[in-house]
């Protein structure tokens, strides 16, 4: 049996941070599908346009997800006020990095949205709906880390 010091139970573990890493992916992935399928819903129900919107709100959502990669590693669990930071961190993330995009793509221009006629939706609309998918993401990963925590922590007192 393998003993760890008092400072390593306190810290975060590799297992730990699989764990993190894990249950952060997979609300990325649920979170991403629920908004494509409510979006899809919304403005014309089909398998092609379900299919198309996943694709297009995770090209936005998986660069997210890795710029958020230090803090799900850092934060061991949701207790203790840490998941106040970590929801108020996702729901800033992604309508941010996405203003940053948008800048640098189009050349320090902050109308280049809504000069493409491939989008039917202005920019304020896709910060809207970038909010609303870092939101739900961190909101489904601090559910699940606040569920595992418990989960452990009752599996530890029962021994």
């Known amino acids: 049996m393998i003993r760890m010091t008092p400072n390593a139970r306190k810290g975060v573990t590799l297992v730990i941070a699989a764990r993190n890493i894990s249950l952060w992916f997979l609300s990325v992935l649920l979170s991403v599908g629920l908004f494509s399928l409510a979006f899809a819903r919304l403005f014309g129900w089909s398998p092609d346009a379900l ?7 995770m090209k936005i959502a998986l660069p997210v997800a890795f710029l958020f990669l ?19 961190c996702g729901f800033v993330i992604g309508p941010a990095y996405l203003l940053l995009r948008t800048l640098i793509a189009g050349g320090g221009d902050p109308h280049a949205f809504e000069r ?27 559910t699940a880390l606040k569920l595992v925590h418990r989960l452990t922590t009752a599996s530890k007192q029962a021994l």
Do not use: C, H, N
């Open 70 to 88: 230090p803090i799900v590693i850092k934060q061991r669990d949701a207790e203790e006020g840490r998941a106040w930071v970590i929801v108020g």
């Open 51 to 57: 299919a198309r919107d996943f694709l297009i709100t």
């Open 116 to 142: 493409d006629e491939a989008s039917p939706f202005g920019m304020v609309a896709f910060l809207i709906f970038a909010a609303i998918v870092g939101s739900l993401t961190t909101i489904l990963y601090v």
